[in-house]
């Protein structure tokens, strides 16, 4: 391909990066109004289902009598005693909450603004993922091997994986706002600071493994940054949920936005099914990276910034797995182990990238 229509293709990518960060700007206004109107609605499905439990513990355990016969020899029967029964709940107190509604809270309005956001949103994305698939075939090699590139391609991934979910008619709705806040900031970034002119790689890591190692970091950090934005929303409702159970009152605002998100257990369940199916993947990630570092430079493992951080974010989201399956650190406690491991992903993508020298600098700003 010549350099005008390489020049041209690339021009063309950054038009459509534009015109998607328009759409997903629209898409965060009908997101907003779906919010807004869904805050009319009265649920108070939390307070219910908790009130409800706490008094049925509260009653005193049912007794019901059971008459053992013991035949005799002779004949005669001999009516033992009776032993108690003791019935109780068969699953946990918060078990019982049911799911919020959605953003829209069961408003006409509120869903009217949540299908447009919805569908703006899937506009954008396709702008997005043209705009990725441009810069791709201008550059004539895998589009994530700078900053710039890296950050179009991760948000672009984890608008993918949430509509995938919708998709699949998974209870993801509570994600949009958060998600398109997040990307029109990534975008942002992107062409006011990171932006790169496309250029070729060096020789050396013009290779295959640029398509298996960072197309596998892309899609993992996309995946957990879903599972993060779930466990802090958890920490969020666990919290209302607890004040609503000991008696308390949440705030107005809080009762509205927290009630219509699903019940802390869901949203805990959310992030640690997705983290544990990512976990293999970033582990082969950094493998696959280490068998790169060997064919670029000769070596697999050197202590190189990007590769201690990388093994951090393991060993971090190593420790919240192992913390899921160990009494006494569920909940609360493997949810701040999960945030840690997302905070290290970040440092590993942008702090060392900016400010720490490295092998990896090639893929600077």
Known sequence: MNLAMSEELADLSNYLIYSAMAVYSLAFLAHIAEWLFGSRSKVARTAAALTADSEAAAVPAQRSTISVTVRGKGGATDVLERPAVITRSASPLR??????PGPSGGDEKGDLYGRIALSLTVLAFLMHFSAVLVRAIAVERAP?????????AFSMTAVAAYLLFLLAKKNVGWLGLP?????????????AVLYTESTQLVPALDSVWLWIHVALAITCGALMYLAVVSTVLFLFRDSYENKIASGGTPGRLAASVLERLPASVSLDKFAYRITAAVFPVWTFTIVAGAIWAENAWGRYWGWDPKEVWAFITWVAYAAYLHAR?????????????????????LINYYGVNMFVNSLHS???V
């Open 95 to 100: 078990d019982a909450v049911p799911d919020g």
């Open 362 to 364: 090639y893929s600077g």
């Open 144 to 152: 994530w091997a700078n900053m710039y590139e890296f950050s179009t």
């Open 179 to 191: 998600l398109v806040t997040t990307v029109l900031l990534d975008l942002g970034l992107a062409v």
């Open 325 to 345: 399956a160990t009494a006494g650190w569920k909940g609360r406690k493997a949810a701040y182990l999960g945030i840690a491991g997302f905070v290290c992903y």
